[in-house]
């Protein structure tokens, strides 16, 4: 879908600020062709979808209404509306039997992932989808270097609580490289997953036999 | 929270039209105190959350937002915007390991929930989640007697399904007392369905086991 919605920093960089710089880029980066995160894995999910391997969604981005005219004969228009912050993380859904919850982040640094990319109140969910036996994980892109990682929920959880003791704003690339797993480009999907997914699940099995 | 959405008849039926009749209505109602079903269902997952029983949540009403405006030193304003359609069910989430997904509808019919109700999309939805694994249901009320059933989604696929052929644009009431749970109303949760998800999961082990 052509539909965009302002997703905080990089729909401006994209859009607006640095529209020119963005073409350039373009020609040294085969695999991202320009998209965003978040179009890679709405495409990504399209195709799982297609496959019938998995039904995960990007949930809407909520939005508080004030105003809306109800025009004859036509659609109604909404007149006034703010962003609201959404309450869960971006996306949901389901596979092989599975509740899959996760969010998605980039970044412009090159050696670390700034834990300001999150807030507490999606931790806090995280941690509730977690009670609940759900899989639950961020994926991460240094979208200068092109590089994506699945990091699972819990070292995320990790991350944040130790950055109010010790002040640690970020996670190390050398973190992401030894607790994560890297994802590399495909073709449909685009950012195949769902392969880490079948390894966490896979691992969560074995870790419950040998209990 | 005190955000209303337009959705659909229900909120001009309370806001605007009938607002006198409304209030009148409440005296003789002791369930429901004049909220919709949605607002019933958004309070029973705020109960099973605070409980640590279930994370559950309706998705935000999807727009497509053609213009906004960036005031200096204050929040971002659209400008124009409108409803979209939502291309899956209402609810989804995560209860004891198993994903959750549904979709609730009220009729003030008093005999028979029609199948107009709901659209193509949302039946395709189901059925792709079922395929994955899902829990997957329907919460009808029948707003005018206030009666509450939750009918599988493979139930409503094969209603669905049928009036193609037969031509029965609704389910009777006989049916949903046959095939579906009837819900009674709590104090917290007010709809317990999970009630009824516990005896879906028992079920579906249990068929697993005699195969």
Not at 33 to 53: C, K, P, V
Not at 132 to 153: K, M, N, P, W, Y
Request: proline share 4%; net charge positive.
């Amino acid at each position: 879908m052509a539909i965009k919605y302002p997703n905080g920093k990089s729909y401006f960089h994209n859009a607006e600020k640095q529209g020119k710089k963005q073409t350039k880029k373009k020609d040294f980066s085969f695999s991202k062709r320009g998209m965003t995160l978040e179009e890679e894995l709405n495409e990504s999910n399209d195709s799982y979808l297609a496959f019938e391997r998995a039904v995960i969604h990007k949930k809407p981005t909520p939005i508080q209404i004030v105003s809306v005219d109800y025009p004859k004969r036509s659609a109604a228009v909404i007149k006034e509306a703010y962003f609201r912050q959404a309450s869960t993380t971006d996306y949901n859904g389901v596979y092989r039997g599975f509740y899959l919850d996760f969010e998605a982040k980039e970044t412009k640094n090159k050696l670390s992932f700034p834990l300001k990319n999150f807030h507490q109140h999606q931790i806090t969910h995280m941690q509730q989808c977690l009670k609940q036996g759900a899989i639950c994980f961020v994926v991460l892109r240094f979208s200068t270097t092109d590089q994506i990682f699945l990091l699972e929920a819990a070292f995320l959880i990790d991350y944040w609580e130790n950055q109010m003791k010790e002040g640690r704003k970020s996670i190390p690339i050398s973190e992401l490289e030894k607790n994560g797993y890297k994802l590399y480009y495909g073709l449909s999907p685009r950012i195949p997953y769902l392969d880490v997914v079948d390894h966490l699940i896979d691992k969560a099995r074995s870790e419950k036999q040998n209990q």
